[in-house]
């Protein structure tokens, strides 16, 4: 049985080819990744950048080898100690297949870095699509790429067998004079809907008047301006390694956090025992 596809590929590689300008919130993550190179007191010889921007992400670390984020991903088992997933995952059929292959491709203790469009962006476009369509039309349409929540990425990274595995987001706000200036920067990030399950027909326009209304009414500033929310995702983990910290055993403890923290412990008291009624 095969299983359902969530994004065309076809129509997902004709959008990243007419991407054009306006890649603001990639130079967010780029920053953000890069502070989180900085922090990590190692350098990297074999490192390898996953992503459907070659050209963008291509130079973000010296020598990289850079591949396609396809099903399969060309990379060698246990040929680099640093592999970087860059603004792709969220238009996986498989996510964790990908980090699958991403810690496979790592030596031991070798460092994996993701980031990612989070579950929180654009939720009030989506909301008001939802709400324009349903009344209008009676139904829903895929409009909208469904992303992933921090909490389940996080879980992702465990399945995938990373070691240390940390998820954390930044949230970006954007104020736009008119909606149709966010279509604009969504074709320009090459982030057009590219849904197995899109409609190929395109909405009439009254559902977009409506939706344009609503948003208006609902997420729009003092100035008027239409408010739009973006979530990146950074994921972050280790290939295992005999040498890694590994948390102590319960109870192994050599000091009192009491101490540590410059104050007096306190026992609690014994707790109440309800009788029970046979």
Partial sequence: MTAP??????ALLRNRARARGAMFLHDLARE???DRLTMVNRSFTAPAIVTGFPAFWGDMVPNARVVADEAVLDLD?????????AMALHW?????????????????????????????????LRAVLAQAESELRGGLSARILPM?????LGALLQRAGFALPVADSVRQSVAYRELHTLFSDLRAMGERNALAARPRRGAPRAVFDLARALYADSFSNADGAYMAGFELIFLSGWAPADD???????????ARLADALNTDEVT???PVKIPRKD
Avoid: C, M, W, Y
């Fill in 5 to 10: 596809r969530l994004t065309d590929r076809a």
């Fill in 32 to 34: 953000e990744l890069q």
């Fill in 77 to 85: 088992e246990g040929a680099h100690d640093l592999v970087i997933h």
């Fill in 92 to 124: 996986a059929d498989d996510p964790v297949g990908q980090l699958v292959q991403a810690r496979r491709a790592l030596q031991p203790d070798g460092l994996f870095l993701g980031a990612l469009f989070g579950g929180q962006t654009l939720a009030e």
């Fill in 148 to 152: 992933a929540e921090i909490r389940d």
């Fill in 244 to 254: 890694q910290p590994k948390p102590l055993r319960p109870g192994s403890a050599k």
């Fill in 268 to 270: 609690l008291p014994d």
